[in-house]
């Protein structure tokens, strides 16, 4: 019987024994590679500012750049800043028919209002010297600042100054013959512009900041950049959006017409 009892132990510790697996381990590292997107901005592609009647007295208008957006997906949280410059507002007149009575002369281009620095309204006149057909016919020119230049050979596009174009259709030409058209500048050092409050679609706003109220300043056809909205170092992940306002002086006795100015929004 303890023969019997002895064999039965060793055959169950056996069994256990048997029962219990061997465990092993095998490690898998893992990754995942985020690549660095782009810093972006857009901005809405026109904006009006209200509608005035030429008055004897300066005015002002106003608006607003319904949406300035930055969206930053580059992941290094390396900040950037959105700027914005912008044109002088300039508009030019109708043709007038000074002397003569051919009426196929027209001006083209648009005015970098320049001369409107000194004096917001000025003329571009032309005036023919020497009669005949285009290609003939020869014509100096006044510039918006009275200058007198001496022209060229009339022709169906001929630069003359500050973005402005004199086009002579197929005419014959006579000595005396001369045309004008108006341009008016109403001025970037007066355009105030307030950048506002701004809202994260996606991101934080900590660290993220808009420009001060001011007027725009410079001395080129182009203003010097205006500060919208910055983000700091390691702020700034994600896609912003701003609506800035926008405060126009408009100088008296201006020229009736479509005012129009290009702004360019960058960031970096």
């Not at 490690?27 to 809405?44: E, I, N, Q, R």
């Not at 005035?52 to 580059?74: C, E, F, H, K, P």
């Not at 182009?222 to 896609?239: I, P, Q, R, Y």
């Amino acid at each position: 019987m303890r023969k019997i009892s002895f064999f039965v132990s060793v055959f169950s510790l056996l069994a256990l024994l048997g029962g219990l697996a061997v465990v092993q381990a095998a490690t898998t590292s893992m990754d995942l590679t985020m690549s660095a997107g782009s810093l972006s901005v857009g901005a809405s592609a026109s904006a009006s500012l209200t509608g005035l009647t030429v008055s004897t007295s300066a005015q002002n208008a106003t608006g607003t750049i319904s949406n300035v957006s930055v969206t930053d997906t580059r992941g290094s949280g390396a900040g950037w800043s959105a700027v914005m410059a912008s044109e002088h507002f300039t508009a030019t007149s109708t043709v007038k028919l000074l002397a003569g009575s051919n009426s196929t002369v027209d001006f083209s281009g648009t005015y970098d209002g320049l001369d409107g620095v000194l004096d917001p309204n000025g003329t571009f006149e032309v005036e023919i010297t020497t009669g005949g057909a285009v290609g003939v016919a020869v014509f100096k020119w006044t510039d918006p600042s009275g200058n007198e230049l001496i022209g060229s050979s009339t022709a169906s596009n001929v630069v003359l100054s500050n973005g402005v174009s004199v086009n002579f259709d197929a005419a014959t030409y006579v000595l005396g013959d001369k045309w004008s058209t108006g341009v008016d500048t109403l001025l970037y050092t007066g355009l105030t512009v307030t950048p506002g409050s701004i809202t994260a679609t996606s991101g934080s706003l900590t660290g993220v900041s808009a420009g001060g109220a001011e007027a725009l300043s410079g001395s080129g056809v182009t203003s010097d950049a205006k500060t919208l909205m910055t983000a700091a170092v390691n702020s700034g992940f994600g896609d912003y959006d701003q609506a800035p306002s926008l405060s126009l002086s408009v100088h008296a006795n201006s020229l009736v017409g479509e005012f129009k100015a290009d702004v360019t929004i960058t960031v970096s």
